[in-house]
């Protein structure tokens, strides 16, 4: 079955420092989506991408934030300069076309970020 | 702005029991879901629910949704151990880019 691959699965940075997390969607779906999950909360949406640009962005994605769709397969989530509050489980998300009635988001496994 | 609201938070139960899991949305919107969330593991898919009475069931798991009372339920009949999990609601948002905004989860534990 086909499923969401996220890499890597732990990631420990300084803080200040880029991160780069990756992610493997569904092959034949339009929509991408990163979420994150900070301990013990819930989760909460960071950015909606489509038709290689950003459709919509929750006030946590700031200038910060960036995504990025580099090629046909991959689709990227850049956290410049991290910070404390970074530190949590991102979750990768994708979708097939709008015109499923079910319209079901997939995850992947997520990457736990842990900035010290 | 679209707010989801679930209880209760933590939910502990003998197997063998019944218990239901109450998902509360504030604002007018489509499509329901329900996820399952095993610790430190990624959210899988239960349910989708379209429209108003809708009514799904898998194995000892029946959602519903009430689109006039802005109320959709999870219902477990018999508890097993197997189904000690966090459960959250989640309602897709107003844009056709499909945001889903989720609630903050369920706790279930299932003691035998």
């Known amino acids: 079955e086909p499923e969401v691959t996220q890499t890597p699965s732990h990631q420990v940075t300084q803080m200040g420092q880029e991160v780069i997390l990756r992610c493997v969607p569904i092959?034949?779906?339009?929509?991408f989506y990163w979420y994150r999950q900070i301990l013990g909360q819930k989760v909460e949406f960071l950015v909606s991408?489509?038709?290689?640009?950003?459709?919509?962005k929750s006030e946590i994605f700031d200038d910060q934030f960036s995504v990025e769709r580099p090629d046909g397969s991959n689709f990227t989530l850049k956290i410049r300069s991290t910070k404390l509050e970074d530190s949590a489980m991102y979750f990768c998300?994708?979708?097939?076309?709008?015109?499923?009635?079910?319209?079901?988001?997939?995850f992947g496994a997520g990457t736990r970020l842990s900035v010290l | 702005e679209l707010k989801v609201e679930q209880n209760p938070l933590f939910l502990s139960m003998q197997e063998g029991k019944n218990y239901t899991i109450y998902c509360n949305y504030s604002?007018?919107?489509?499509?329901l879901y329900w996820y399952r969330q095993d610790p430190g593991k990624s959210l899988e898919s239960l349910f989708v629910?379209?429209?108003?009475?809708a009514v799904k069931q898998e194995g000892r798991l029946m959602a519903s949704l009430d689109t006039k009372a802005r109320l959709s339920t999870l219902h477990i009949t018999a508890a097993v151990h197997d189904l000690s999990a966090t459960y959250f609601c989640?309602?897709?948002?107003?844009?056709?880019?499909?945001?889903?905004?989720f609630g903050q989860g369920t706790i279930l534990t299932v003691h035998p």
């Open positions: 998300a994708s979708r097939a076309r709008a015109s499923l009635a079910k319209n079901i988001q997939y």
């Open positions: 092959s034949n779906h339009l929509y």
């Open positions: 991408f489509y038709n290689n640009e950003i459709s919509e």
């Open positions: 604002t007018t919107s489509d499509r």
């Open positions: 629910l379209l429209s108003n009475g």
């Open positions: 989640a309602r897709r948002g107003g844009t056709s880019y499909g945001k889903l905004t």
